[in-house]
């Protein structure tokens, strides 16, 4: 359940705010073409902006499964039970983000499940960019 909030949240329009710390340069790559990076805020707090750059495609993924699965982002939020991403995302997100980044960077490598599986369309696989090479 939590895994699924934490993508759930993912993909939310950017809350006005300060922009949060990102590393410079990613200390790792991701495992292959396939996987996109995804960079999250570091040191994110309520009313900072979720995604300040546009370069989050796991939290993009995330919204648009939510309204793709139940019809609005209200009605995905309803369902996890809440009432504003704005709750859902220092509930289940953030967290979530920092429990993967191991290396502390901002950097997860996202790659969405084939539309043939049995997931959610607001869930993906998510790593850390840590001693990966892009072979």
Not at 94 to 107: H, M, Q, S
Request: proline letters at 9%; a negative charge; charged letters at 15%.
């Amino acid at each position: 359940m939590r895994r699924m909030l934490f993508i759930a949240a993912t993909a939310v329009t950017p809350v006005l705010g300060a922009t949060p710390a990102h590393a410079e340069k990613p200390l790792g790559s991701c495992p292959s073409d396939m996987w996109q990076q995804s960079v999250f805020p570091l040191n994110w707090q309520s009313g900072d902006q979720m995604d300040p750059n546009g370069h989050n495609p796991l939290l993009q993924i995330g919204i648009s499964g939510l309204i793709e699965e139940f019809g609005s982002l209200d009605a995905g939020l309803a369902a996890f039970g809440f009432t504003t991403f704005h709750a859902l995302y220092p509930a289940a997100v953030d967290p979530d983000y920092n429990r993967i980044d191991r290396n502390n960077d901002g950097v997860l490598c996202v790659k969405p499940f084939p539309s043939q599986s049995n997931n959610p369309a607001y869930l993906a696989n998510a790593v850390d960019n840590t001693a990966q090479s892009n072979q």
